[in-house]
């Protein structure tokens, strides 16, 4: 049992330095972007669903709403602000078209995570909360994680993956293994179902 744990904090802090680099692995794409103050054919649809994802992951994992899973908080939090900030980044070099796509985008998803939030506080309690958080959590964390698919439209159109970055294709691989096998190993469905 005790190897149980140590195996659950030891994935969570795998989970963390590949989130991480995942959350990091953007700033090739954005440096790309300030330096040409264009956001040429990326699309900011991946950073708005990644934000919505670790708004709702950062709340799912408080005390609060779900016991022993802090790790998840404290990674979700950091990408939270380092996704936020790719969002602004890509709102201020967007063309006029994309930019209100955008902003549109981050409306629902602001006013999604609002809701999850103050639903979760104001009328649910315990298990209730855990569960209906968990829910929202990993319907758009499956969603973050399938967003980068919007992207093979462009690769297969172009025939060229230069919009496709390796490393963020590598670490979304490398986080989401670390948090299943953490999710298997804290018995938690709603991280382990999230990334698989």
């Not at 709340?59 to 950091?78: C, E, H, Q, R």
């Not at 758009?140 to 919009?163: A, D, N, Q």
Request: a positive charge; proline letters at 4%.
């Amino acid at each position: 049992m005790a190897i149980i744990k140590i195996l659950h904090t030891l994935f969570g802090i795998f989970g963390n330095i590949t989130g991480l680099f995942l959350f990091l692995a953007p700033m090739i794409t954005f440096k790309r972007v300030i330096m040409h103050k264009s956001t040429e054919q990326f699309s900011g649809i991946p950073y708005v669903m990644t934000l919505l994802n670790c708004l709702l992951s950062t709340w799912y994992g408080l005390p609060f709403v779900s016991p022993n899973n802090m790790l998840v908080s404290i990674i979700n939090g950091t990408g939270a602000g380092l996704e936020a900030f790719y969002v602004l980044v890509f709102l201020i070099f967007a063309p006029k078209k994309e930019k209100a796509k955008i902003s549109g985008i981050l409306c629902v998803v602001l006013s999604i995570f609002s809701t999850v939030a103050l639903v979760s506080m104001l009328a649910l309690h315990g298990n209730k909360r855990k569960v209906f958080s968990g829910f929202a959590a990993a319907i758009f964390s499956i969603i973050m994680y399938g967003s980068p698919l919007s992207i093979m439209r462009l690769v297969i159109k172009t025939k060229s993956v230069e919009y496709m970055p390796f490393f963020l294709s590598l670490f979304v691989f490398l986080c989401g293994t670390s948090w299943f096998v953490y999710g298997l190993l804290g018995k938690d469905p709603f991280i382990a179902v999230s990334t698989l």
